[in-house]
C-alpha cells in the first residue's frame, strides 16, 4: 500500500475483532447475513486459494482501514493547525449555504414570477392579440378604401385635363356671350338700392 510521504505508518494488528451483532436486525428488515459472491473480483469462497492467501487479504484490508482512518482522522500533533483549517472550512461553508439559500429564494421568485405570466399575463396578451387582429382587418379595408379614393380622384383629375384640353377657351367665350346679353332692368340689383 503506498503511502503519502511524511504520513506516519500505522502499525495494523494481526487480527480485527469481530463487530457486535445487533439483535434487532429483524425489525429493520435486515437478515444479518452477508451474502457472498462467487465471482472472480471478489476472492471470498475461492477453492484453489492457498490458506495463506485469506490472512493476507484480511492484513491488506486491514491496512487499508488503518490508511483510511488516518487520512480522515488527523493526528494529534495536526490539531493546532487543522482547527484553523477547520475553521475556515466551516467559515466557507457557511458562506456557501447561505448563497445557496439565496439561490434557492431567487428561483423560487423566478417560478413564481412565471406563474403570474403564464396565469394571468399570457391570456391578457391573447386577448389583446385578437382584437388587434381585428384593428389590422379594419385597417386593411381602410387601406383598401383610400386606394381606390386615390385611384378615383387621379382618373378626374385625368378627366379634367382632357376635358381642359378638348374645350379650350370655352368658358372666355361662354363670358363674352353673356356679357352681351342685356339684363332686364327688373333683375338688376344695383339699381334697386
Keep these: 500500500m503506498a503511502q503519502a510521504a511524511g504520513a506516519p505508518c500505522a502499525t495494523v494488528p494481526e487480527r480485527l475483532p469481530p463487530l457486535p451483532r445487533s439483535t434487532s436486525s429483524s425489525s429493520s428488515g435486515d437478515s444479518g447475513h452477508v451474502s457472498q459472491s462467487h465471482s472472480s473480483a471478489s476472492g471470498i469462497g475461492d477453492e484453489h486459494?492457498?490458506?495463506?492467501?485469506?490472512s493476507r487479504g484480511e492484513f491488506l484490508l486491514a491496512a487499508v482501514a488503518a490508511d483510511y482512518a488516518?487520512?480522515?482522522?488527523?493526528s494529534p500533533l495536526e490539531k493546532v493547525a487543522s482547527a484553523g483549517?477547520?475553521?475556515?472550512?466551516d467559515k466557507s461553508l457557511e458562506d456557501l449555504l447561505i448563497r445557496v439559500d439565496e439561490f434557492v429564494g431567487m428561483l423560487d421568485m423566478i417560478?413564481?414570477?412565471s406563474s403570474q405570466?403564464?396565469?394571468?399575463s399570457v391570456p391578457h396578451i391573447h386577448a389583446k392579440a385578437m382584437e388587434m387582429k381585428k384593428l389590422y382587418r379594419k385597417i386593411d379595408k381602410l387601406e383598401?378604401?383610400?386606394k381606390m379614393i386615390g385611384n378615383n380622384v387621379a382618373g378626374m383629375e385625368e378627366q379634367i385635363t382632357k376635358a381642359e384640353s378638348d374645350l379650350g377657351n370655352?368658358?372666355?367665350t361662354l363670358k363674352k356671350l353673356l356679357y352681351t346679353i342685356n339684363v332686364p332692368p327688373f333683375l338688376n340689383v344695383s339699381v334697386l338700392y
Excluded: H, K, W
Excluded at 49 to 54: Q, S
Excluded at 70 to 74: A, E, G
Excluded at 117 to 120: F, K, L, M, P
Design 144 to 146: 383598401a378604401f383610400v
Design 117 to 120: 405570466v403564464i396565469n394571468e
Design 70 to 74: 488516518s487520512y480522515l482522522l488527523p
Design 85 to 89: 483549517q477547520i475553521g475556515t472550512l
Design 49 to 54: 486459494a492457498a490458506p495463506g492467501d485469506a
Design 170 to 172: 370655352f368658358p372666355n
Design 111 to 113: 417560478r413564481n414570477d
